[in-house]
């Protein structure tokens, strides 16, 4: 198989974890590139991605925040297929990876997130409405546009509505392929709010553009 996967990671002070996310990502299934979108780090988070692998890219940039550090992302891929890691989780897709057979008919393919506390897991693996273990064509991507750069949370799952909206079709895998880490400030009141937040942001948003197209 030819190298046509692009892994965009966007990392803002992730010195801590960057080095095990782009490592659990190195021997991903077809992998062509790991673009690193360093969004204004204070840190040497870049440099030890860099030193993680030889597939990693590293876009430095002045902080906008994650939909717009994704979006530099997207634009600077060179692969046909393209796939979201934070810089904190894991990648655990198989090889051969199981949402490949899922797309050949098929405009993406979501596979399952299983979240893990302290090293163990926590909970049953699950779908994520977002790009969270989203698999997708490059230019799936670019047909339903850019992530909204207004919505700082909520921009992944405001993307997938888009796309579900336009009849896009994106199957389901039962294949574990994304370890989600919680941590302490992860789980907050004030993070967990504000993710809450954009979520019903993105909620409101697709009823409104049902709303206006019926």
Known sequence: MSADLSIVIAVRDGAEWIEAAV?????ADGLLEIVVVDDGSHDDGAELALGASDA???LRRPPRGLPAAHNVGVGAARGELLAFLDADDRWSASTPDPRRELLGGADAVLG???CV??????????HNG???????RREVLDRVGPFDEGLQHGHDLDWYLRARERGLNIPRSDAVVLHYTLRPDSLSD?????????????LARSRRRRGSAA
């Open 23 to 27: 490592r659990s990502a190195s021997g």
């Open 56 to 58: 990693v890219r590293v």
């Open 112 to 114: 399952r997130i299983q």
């Open 117 to 126: 506390a302290a090293g163990e897991p926590h909970g049953e693996p699950f």
């Open 130 to 136: 977002g790009i969270a273990g989203l698999l997708v």
């Open 190 to 202: 004030g993070p967990q709010g504000r993710a809450a937040q954009g979520l019903l942001a993105a």
